[in-house]
């Protein structure tokens, strides 16, 4: 199977190939078909299998296909949960309509509005927005969702762990009903099953990856050490075995500043991304970490999810999240593409029962050590025994500490509505037709895939 059996058009075939793509991916060659046909979707494979261009393409090559009035109104919606992940999906957008007459812009939170205003007024085919945001310039009459007859939901999953819900259907209720509707996710959750049947109509379902599965070739590590101890694990553990290239997840924004800190003094090049973090600062370190200048990233979830991120021999969770569907999303960063990964988490006594969600979810053990001279003293009983009814963990976002503001928060890291004030320079990005570029520096490393 080739793109151009899938019936795309010559200029997208060849924005296509100068991308260097030989054939479609499986969720491509899978869910392409059906959005040309003008059904809706609710596709569900791994990450960095391609989910862009499987929505992207068929999208442009409608747009393309119709006469384009003078105005254009918008068309194409795309939503994203992050910033990051929008300006991701654009560059693509961008880079897939290089030889199509296509307007497309992005607009996400944390960046003044007014250039967006600006790009918006001038009338865009297709853009790519985080909910918070694109609601504010709706409130301000800069867009209007009238004449949108394609929405997609990407990480729909991510969207609904923050809350996004809400704002999605706020904008869905300014949309005709006629449309059609492609929803993009990682997983598929109950949860997940039960926004899309609130949103699609008569969807083709499309699954490439067994629910949950991780990737074949992961080994998982856990170390048992004490809490206070994890930062002096870390240390050994990079400087001993040399590792360059390290992804390493903490549980809060907090943690993650404290640990890179930590990392710099102790002489290993390292950056945080979440966040509280400036949207120059996330670019920044995410560029930095693509192309080997620094060597540990540190990130929460929320930040590193949809990420572009290389993928990567080791990722490490400083500390277990309390959200097992979270370890997958986590360890999907490492041994993609055939290679070998080692996933490798740091659990002290507190975390015992997030290790057991995780075994659960995985339905497999994960092989525990305990290194020399970081023997576990701490008796501390694990957290969740502690505090809560067993009944509840597991359950996204609804036990424990985590609960309730667990979503504001998840939704505060992004542009969601919670952060309308903007504080930075713009960042914002219009795309000209034909193909005319302004000048940008997001690209970094190119990205590894899955196929
Ligand atoms: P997902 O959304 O599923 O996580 P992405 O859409 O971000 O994955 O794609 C992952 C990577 O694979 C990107 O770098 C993209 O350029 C690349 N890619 C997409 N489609 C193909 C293809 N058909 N052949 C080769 N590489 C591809
Ligand atoms: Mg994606």
């Not at 492609?182 to 926004?195: E, G, V, W």
């Not at 570029?437 to 196929?451: E, M």
Request: hydrophobic share 35%; glycine share 6%.
């Amino acid at each position: 199977m080739t793109f151009k059996d899938l019936g795309l058009s010559d200029s997208i075939l060849k924005a296509v190939e100068e991308k260097g793509y030989t054939k479609p991916s499986p969720i491509q060659e899978k869910a392409i078909p059906h959005i040309l046909k003008g059904k809706d979707i609710l596709a569900s494979a791994q990450t960095g299998t391609g989910k862009t261009a499987g929505f992207t393409l068929p999208v442009l090559q409608y747009l393309s296909e119709t006469k384009h009035p003078k105005y254009r109104p918008l068309r194409a919606l795309v939503l994203t949960p992050t910033r990051e992940l929008a300006a991701q999906v654009y560059d693509n957008v961008r880079e897939y309509s290089k030889y199509l007459n296509i307007y497309s812009a992005v607009v996400f939170g944390g960046v003044k509005a007014t250039k967006q205003i600006a790009t918006l007024k001038r009338g865009v085919d297709i853009l790519v927005a985080t909910p918070g945001r694109l609601l504010d310039l709706h409130d301000q009459k800069a867009v209007s969702f009238k004449r949108v007859d394609v929405l997609i939901l990407d990480e729909a999953d991510r969207m609904l762990d923050m809350g996004f819900v809400r704002d999605i259907n706020k904008i869905i209720s300014f949309m005709p009903a006629k449309r059609q509707n492609l929803l993009f996710s990682a997983t598929f959750s109950n949860d997940i099953k039960k926004l899309a049947a609130g949103i699609l109509r008569n969807p083709v379902s499309v699954e490439t990856a067994p629910q949950n599965s991780t990737a074949k070739k992961v080994t998982h590590k856990v170390y048992k050490v004490d809490k206070k101890r994890k930062t002096e694990l870390a240390i050994k553990l990079i400087k001993d075995n040399n590792w360059s290239q390290v992804l390493m997840f903490t549980r809060t924004k907090h943690g993650a500043n404290k640990l890179t800190q930590k990392l710099i003094k102790a002489g290993i090049s390292a950056a945080a991304i979440h966040g509280n973090k400036s949207q120059g600062a996330r670019t920044k370190a995410l560029k930095n970490f693509k192309e080997n200048t620094i060597k540990i990233l540190v990130a929460t979830d929320i930040a590193a999810r949809g990420l572009d991120i290389p993928l990567l021999p080791h990722v490490i969770n400083y500390e277990l999240p309390n959200v097992p569907e979270d370890y997958v999303h986590r360890i999907g960063r490492t041994g993609r593409a055939g290679a070998a990964g080692e996933a490798i988490s740091f659990v002290c006594s507190e975390e015992t029962e997030y290790q057991n969600e995780i075994e659960k979810l995985l339905q497999e053990k994960l092989k525990s050590t305990i290194l020399e001279d970081f023997e576990p003293t701490d008796t501390a009983p694990p957290k969740r025994a502690a505090t809560q009814s067993k009944k509840s963990f597991g359950k996204k976002n609804k036990g424990g500490e985590n609960s309730r503001d667990s979503n504001k928060k998840r939704a505060a890291e992004t542009s969601s509505t919670s952060k309308r004030k903007p504080k930075r320079k713009p960042h914002f990005k219009g795309n000209k037709p034909n193909g005319a570029t302004s000048g940008r520096g997001r690209t970094g490393a190119p990205k590894k895939k899955r196929f």
